[in-house]
């Protein structure tokens, strides 16, 4: 706040219902009115610093030592995630004031403090608030770089909905030498749904489930097939070796384009040590669905029910918990004019054009923004693979600092 | 024992892993060596008498009492289950000596205290003492009649293994935002394997596991649909209403002659409150599988594991645990001499021939005898339904008590 403020923005603090909201607002001289007004967002919170032990240098006294990759790099928690890239875009708009005397749009800077915790103190802030944000863009400044070098935009999320199905048949557990046999078992009944969700292919067989998803960008394929994503490697590090997704789209192309249907848990029956012999009255799973840009979360979530109640024993019963929670998937469009003028401004600075990514999770916030402000976000960061965000030594690149700051200085230019 | 020492008989404690064992040896005059050896089995313990507050009269304190169907029954803890169906046989015998002064065979009476409990004592027992036993018939009154008033004879009893099954993909959960897709799901994978153990007939899927099982002999199948037996509403008492198993058998041939696939418990993933969007680890199901006679048990344990290897993905890996134990099927012939000679005194005595029924169960002591002593069972009992076995105001009719002493008298009578 001090450094916004330094600069010449008008700074507040925000009340949510959780923690406070930094709030810098720069309006150049006369209003600017018929300039763009710009939402720059990032976030002061961190991850507890846990397990301190782990730590070379204390996590809350930065340091710039040498990384393993022989790079100076700022050692702190946050220094990354977002402390050090929301920075970028103060520092390059500080630097752009002091060199212009003036920034070529409007800006509000929103710093939030519970990105890491509970979203939906800013999502409730935004919803009741939207008229004190009449703006035309989002800047985010928390993702990262591609394989360490390359410049990223990111503009594909995948929403997420949850959902929970219990199947009940008999009305208690029965004994299986009694009823084994002649009595439906709810496990059994779970099992046949859950397998019947995906074809030999892996794609989701609900009908109506692909409603709305749009065909991957020719384009943008192409520009994914250039990354030369090493597939094998990032099934490798987990254990595993054979792509299990739909067989018509490589890895990358699943994760950050397609919506997927997954089991995450299930529950039923004698789970204690050893064997019983118990038919059992209840059977369920939990499920989450991934969803890409044009799927309708109410929408996917009534074709996954009504899918379940047509494959049901006319003696079965289905419940259902839809209580996990909804978020659409997002893909903003390559050609607005905030992504050209980025694009412009990271080949400049990084002299190759920057990759659109995909991240195959959501960025609450930036559905927040989308639903509330109705406004696409622009997400430029800096971040490379090996920072150890999250973690004990979590680390930001000096060339990063610097190189981010000169990016946002050139978007600014762009926007000139 | 006191019983068995007032008609004569020579007694015996023996001492095995659990309670003590009664032992009443009769022998005829002579040694009898030319006589056939009968093992009459029956059990002194009983299930607790919890909740004491739901019965009548106090369940260790034996009181005739008119029952809700009009007939005098004795209610008591044990009254029928098993200390009056043991009795039946023993006043028979002493009935008998009274009058005739000699049995027309050897006879060892063995009264265990374990039935209710574990009955692996008792197995052990008979491992280690099978040369004890040199007999030619085992003879158990714990068993019911059919409809109330139509005397039965249990012919079938079925096997039961317990096997256990995990499936293993990625080596730690994942995050279901970058590896939803492309990552190998074990909960989808135990599904697809669960689901397939049984086409849309309700038939067991998993090749080979019917080796062995021969068809129901026409003449009992017809006897079986005499019986009448009331399906829907044996279902409906447990809130179904579909027949789920083998479709080309009725329910009552489901039970008692027909082998199941059955899963008794399964999880995997996240089984907490709310939504989590992990990809798990592993999925774990407990299976058991009812037998009929003609199956080994071993066969249908390897049968299994090969059907789940050969729908496993090559990243993914399958553990078994087979601790669950493992017990054969039972189908005694009909046309044995003892069930000869036990239908002819049953239908004097009630009127009507005895139907020979099933038990979709094991009782594990018959596998006992007929593993050790190399002997068939004959399973012959006048339990009513409504006794309420294991419950309080468990009682025995009178009328049970009686027919059934007249019973054996018959049946000795026959032998003779």
């Given at each position: 706040m001090r450094q916004l403020t330094a600069i010449g923005f008008e700074t507040d603090l925000r009340q949510t219902s959780g923690q406070p909201l930094v709030i810098g607002a720069y309006r150049p001289p006369?209003?600017?009115?018929r300039l763009p007004h710009i939402l720059f967002y990032g976030h002061y919170d961190v991850q507890p610093?846990?397990?301190?032990?782990?730590?070379?240098?204390?996590?809350?006294e930065p340091q710039i030592r040498t990384s393993r990759t022989g790079k100076d790099s700022i050692f702190a928690r946050g220094a990354c995630d977002d402390k050090g890239q929301l920075m970028t875009f103060i520092e390059a708009s500080r630097a752009w004031l002091a060199v212009?005397?003036?920034?070529p749009f409007r800006l509000t800077v929103m710093l939030e403090g519970d990105e890491e915790g509970d979203a939906s103190h800013l999502d409730r802030y935004l919803a009741a608030h939207a008229a004190d944000f009449p703006v035309d863009a989002v800047f985010i400044c928390d993702t990262g770089m591609w394989g360490g070098n390359t410049p990223a935009i990111e503009t594909r999320l995948r929403g997420c909905i949850g959902e929970e199905v219990t199947i009940t048949g008999p009305r208690i557990d029965l004994h299986s030498g009694y009823y084994g046999g002649p009595a439906v078992n709810p496990i059994k009944v779970l099992s046949r749904i859950l397998a019947a969700m995906h074809d030999a292919k892996g794609k989701?067989?609900?009908?109506?489930?692909?409603?709305?998803v749009k065909p991957i960008p020719p384009s943008l394929r192409k520009q994914w097939e250039k990354l030369k994503f090493p597939a094998k490697e990032y099934l490798a590090d987990v254990g595993?070796?054979?792509?299990?997704?739909?067989?018509?789209?490589s890895v990358l192309e699943q994760i950050w384009a397609r919506p997927t249907a997954e089991v995450n848990g299930i529950f039923g029956g004698y789970r204690g040590p050893g064997s019983k012999t118990v038919l059992p009255a209840e059977a369920t799973a939990k499920l989450t669905f991934r969803l890409v840009e044009g799927q309708k979360p109410k929408n996917v979530r009534k074709a996954f029910r009504d899918f379940v109640k047509a494959r049901l024993p006319a003696d079965c019963k289905a419940a259902f918990d839809g209580s996990g929670g909804e978020s659409t998937g997002i893909a903003v469009s390559e050609d607005t004019p905030w992504i050209k003028a980025a694009s412009r401004a990271l080949k400049a600075e990084w002299g190759e054009p920057p990759v659109l990514i995909g991240g195959g999770g959501s960025i609450p916030v930036v559905e927040s923004f989308k639903k509330h402000l109705k406004t696409d976000s622009l997400l430029v960061g800096f971040a490379r693979?090996?920072?150890n965000v999250h973690s004990p030594d979590e680390k930001y690149d000096v060339e990063c600092y610097h190189k981010g700051i000169r990016s946002w200085a050139r978007i600014i230019s762009e926007l000139s």
């Open positions: 006369g209003g600017g009115a610093a846990d397990p301190v032990d782990l730590w070379t240098s204390p996590p809350f212009h005397g003036v920034l989701v067989t609900i009908p109506g489930f692909y409603d709305g595993l070796s054979i792509p299990a997704g739909e067989s018509n789209y693979d090996d920072d």
